[in-house]
C-alpha cells in the first residue's frame, strides 16, 4: 500500500480504463478522488473514454463530484447501472445517444464482482428471465448506440437462465474510514457497508489499481482485527482527505455516530406520515404482512414504512430490510431518506443480496411507474423520467409475495371525509396501460413461479389471478365505472367476491394493524 496526493491520482486512471464505484448517493462516494480526477481533466483534457460500473445511483444534489460532471465534460463512453434517480444530463446524452448505456439489475451488479474472473464464469442466474434484461427483450441496452451485449440465453439441463459477462474493472475507486499502517480498510463510520470489498477483488483479479479514499491512517495497534473490511494486500494506493467536505456520511450531514451503529437514538427521528392518501396505500399494503416476515423496503413510497410500523407500534412482529445491507431498527424516508437508525443488522451490500436470492425475504413492498393488463410492471421509465430498474427485478424474482403500491393514476387530487373516499380533480396520466413501455415484471413468469402478486392504489387493490388482473376491492366512497375502471387503459378482470376497503382506515389515527397482522388478516 502506497499514500497517494490529490496531484498523483489522475496518473492511476488511463484512457479507456473500466472504473468501479460502490456508492449511493454521497455514501461511500470517494468523491475526492473523483474530484482530483475532474480537475486533472480541465486542465489536460484527460482521462477520457472511461467506462462507468456502479450498482447505486451516485448522484449528490450537488454536494459532491457525480456522474453527470465526468458525462457533460465527454469523458464517459459507456455507463453500466441499475439506476440513475437524479441525473439529467447523463440521462439526456443516453437519450442522445452520446454514449452507450446498460440497466441491470442492482443485486447482479454488486455479485458480479466476485463471481467474474480467471476462475469463475460471471454470473449464471435466473434473475432478468423474460424482462428487459433478457436478450429475448432488450439485453438490458437502453439506446440504439449501446449494441454490445453484456447477457446471453443459457439453457441447462432444460432449465433457462442469463450469462452475465461484465467487462473486468481496470480501477475502482472506493472510500472507507479509516486504513491502518498495513493499509487494511475500516468501514466505522459510513452509513453503510457498500461492495467494496468485492470491487477490490475484481480489479486485483483483473491486474487492476484499487485506490481508497480514507480519513486518517492509524496505528495497527489501535484497532480490532476483526473489523477489518477490506484486506491491506488488495490495497494499492490510500489518500488521505484533506477536506472533509469531500468525506460526507450522507446528504443530511457529514457524520453521526448513529448512522453507522456506532450510536443508538431512544426516539422515533421522525413525526408520523400525515394524514393522505398515501398513508392510507401503506395502510393496505402493510395489512398483508404476517408475524414474523422479513420484509424488502423499496424506494418511493414504500420506504415510508418503517415509519407507519413505529407509529402503530408493530415493528417487533416484523424485520424490515434495505438491499444495501441494513436490517431492522428504523429506516429513514423524505427529508430523512438514507437515514437509518438502531439497525439490527449490518451487512455488506453483495452479501445481502446473496440473502434475498436464498429466500431471506418473504415479502416485498415495491412501487410501479406502469401497469399493463397482463399484470406486466415497468419501473424503469415513466414519462421522461429514466430512472432503471434498480433491485426491482432482483428482489421480484427472488420472493413469494410482491406488493406493489402506487396511484391509479398520476396527478389526481383526492379527498377523504367522513371515512369515504372522492375525486376532487382527475389526473393526467394513466398509469394502468394497455401495453407498459418495459418489462421489469414480466407477470406471466411470476405466475410460473407461483407468486402471489397485489396491486395498491389510492383507489382499489388487483390480485394478479389466472385469468388476468383482477379487482378486488375499492375504496369506500368510489364508483367503480367512473372513478376506477375510467382511469385505466383496459378493463380488468372484475372478482366475483368484490368487496369495500376496511373503512376503519379513514381516518387520521387508526392502531388496527397489529390486530390486523397477528391475525393474518387481509381485508
Not at 411470476?446 to 379487482?471: I, M
Request: glycine share 8%; with cysteine; hydrophobic share 40%.
Amino acid at each position: 500500500m502506497e499514500k497517494c496526493t490529490w496531484t498523483t491520482i489522475p496518473s492511476l486512471i488511463k484512457k479507456g480504463d473500466v472504473v468501479g464505484l460502490a456508492a449511493l448517493t454521497v455514501s461511500n462516494l470517494p468523491a475526492a478522488l473523483l474530484a482530483s480526477l475532474i480537475e486533472h481533466y480541465d486542465q489536460h483534457q484527460e482521462p477520457k473514454h472511461l467506462t462507468m460500473m456502479m450498482a447505486n445511483d451516485v448522484s449528490s444534489r450537488g454536494l459532491a463530484i457525480e456522474l453527470d460532471d465526468f458525462v457533460a465534460r465527454h469523458m464517459v463512453d459507456r455507463v453500466i447501472m441499475s439506476i440513475m434517480t437524479a441525473s439529467p444530463r447523463t440521462a439526456q446524452a443516453i437519450k442522445n445517444n452520446e454514449l452507450e448505456a446498460y440497466f441491470l439489475p442492482q443485486g447482479v451488479i454488486a455479485t458480479h464482482y466476485r463471481q467474474t474472473n480467471a476462475i469463475t464464469p460471471g454470473v449464471i442466474t435466473k434473475i432478468g428471465l423474460n424482462t428487459h434484461i433478457d436478450p429475448r427483450y432488450q439485453g438490458g441496452r437502453i439506446n440504439a448506440k449501446t449494441t454490445s451485449s453484456l447477457v446471453s440465453f443459457l439453457n441447462i439441463d432444460g432449465e433457462d437462465f442469463l450469462h452475465y459477462q461484465l467487462p473486468p474493472l481496470d480501477v475502482a475507486l472506493l472510500r472507507g474510514t479509516f486504513a491502518d499502517e498495513q493499509g487494511n480498510i475500516y468501514m466505522d463510520e459510513e452509513a453503510h457497508l457498500g461492495e467494496s470489498y468485492s470491487l477490490a477483488l475484481n480489479a486485483k483479479a483483473n491486474g487492476g489499481t484499487v485506490i481508497v479514499q480514507v480519513k486518517a491512517i492509524v496505528d495497527n495497534s489501535q484497532r480490532n482485527p476483526n473489523h477489518v473490511y477490506i484486506p491491506g494486500s488488495l490495497i494499492d494506493y490510500v489518500y488521505v482527505v484533506e477536506d472533509t467536505s469531500y468525506h460526507r456520511q450522507v446528504v443530511q450531514t457529514p457524520y453521526q455516530p448513529t448512522l453507522s451503529g456506532q450510536a443508538r437514538i431512544d426516539t422515533i427521528p421522525e413525526c408520523p406520515l400525515p394524514f393522505s392518501v398515501r398513508k392510507l396505500m401503506l395502510r393496505r399494503a402493510a395489512q398483508f404482512l404476517n408475524v414474523g416476515d422479513t420484509i424488502s423496503i423499496g424506494y418511493g413510497i414504500n420506504n415510508e414504512l418503517t415509519n407507519l410500523l413505529h407509529e402503530e407500534h408493530v415493528n417487533d412482529l416484523v424485520q424490515p430490510i434495505m438491499d444495501i445491507g441494513i436490517f431492522g431498527g428504523f429506516i429513514g424516508s423524505r427529508e430523512h431518506f438514507g437515514m437509518n437508525y438502531n439497525s439490527d443488522v449490518r451487512m455488506r451490500h453483495e452479501l445481502t443480496w446473496d440473502y434475498i436470492y436464498n429466500g431471506g425475504v418473504s415479502i416485498a413492498l415495491m412501487s410501479f411507474a406502469e401497469v399493463d393488463q397482463h399484470g406486466h410492471v415497468n419501473v424503469s421509465y415513466f414519462g421522461n423520467r429514466m430512472n432503471g430498474c434498480g433491485g426491482f427485478i432482483d428482489i421480484s424474482q427472488s420472493v413469494q409475495k410482491v406488493i406493489l403500491t402506487g396511484t391509479l393514476i398520476a396527478g389526481s387530487k383526492l379527498s377523504i371525509e367522513d371515512q369515504r373516499l372522492s375525486v376532487v380533480e382527475e389526473g393526467h396520466t394513466q398509469k394502468f396501460v394497455e401495453t407498459v413501455r418495459n418489462i421489469d415484471f414480466n407477470a406471466s413468469y411470476a405466475k410460473s413461479l407461483n407468486q402471489e402478486v397485489y396491486f395498491v392504489t389510492d383507489r382499489a387493490v388487483f390480485e394478479l389471478q389466472e385469468a388476468g388482473l383482477t379487482l378486488i376491492e375499492v375504496a369506500p366512497g368510489l364508483d367503480i365505472e367512473q372513478d376506477i375502471i375510467a382511469q385505466m387503459g383496459f378493463t380488468p378482470q372484475i372478482s366475483p367476491h368484490l368487496k369495500q376497503m376496511d373503512a376503519s382506515m379513514y381516518q387520521p389515527h387508526w392502531g388496527l394493524l397489529r390486530q390486523r397482522i397477528q391475525s393474518n388478516k387481509t381485508v
